[in-house]
């Protein structure tokens, strides 16, 4: 806004600056169910002969799923310290004392840098919080450490051999550590599902580990908000996070 007092030759300036802060969890969340629903919609047109076309399709919405859950955590958990540092009235339930915690722990880059895993950080902050901790040996913290060992592996990708098997050689004993957490939590790729080939990558990345990867991340920050005692970021999305295509 801008005057000018013409009789003092006087010019007044006036600005508003409005600040906004964009809580990227909720996009990644939002993002990792469309790419979900996408791998539904591909197996659906799995005709029951090996299309290479429409499995790199498959194969690129599953691992964009993956890649768009793991990030949906940890941008959750930073999004909590720094609300503490910069938005203190959004965690105001958690009261002056434990947010002015958070801050300062997280001002000393606890649990900041990348030395915290994503699971330690939920951790850390139900500690500060005095809040109970996730039990390590149960689902939904025990599916969040497999999912985020299956992120890394594709991230960090290395080849191994595998032998393709027969009814002599039982699938079991040609799995590696992964596929071992992986296989029975969900079923297999469709395209795959009947096949020699080795679980993992083939019959693991499909329509049935990204539904898992979705739901097991909102389980997952579902139990932890409701543990401090907080409303989720993302409640006004939810009807976003559909991981089934609509009923026709």
Known sequence: MNSFNHKEGIRIEESI???????????????????????????????????????TELRAYVTSTIFACVSFLEASINEIFCDATDSQNRLEVLGEDKIKLLSNMWEMSVPRTAAYSITDKYQITLTLLEKPLFDKGTTPFQDISILIRLRNALTHYEPEWFSSYSGIKAEIDNLNKLSRQLIGKFPASKPFEKTGNPYFPDKCLGYGCAKWAVLSCIKFTDEFYTKIGKEPTYNHVRENLQVELPKA
């Open 17 to 55: 600056q409005i600040k906004m802060r964009t809580y990227f969890s909720i996009q990644h969340i939002q993002s990792a169910a469309i790419f979900c629903r996408l791998c539904q919609k591909a197996e659906n047109e799995y005709d029951g002969k090996f299309n290479q076309g429409l499995h």
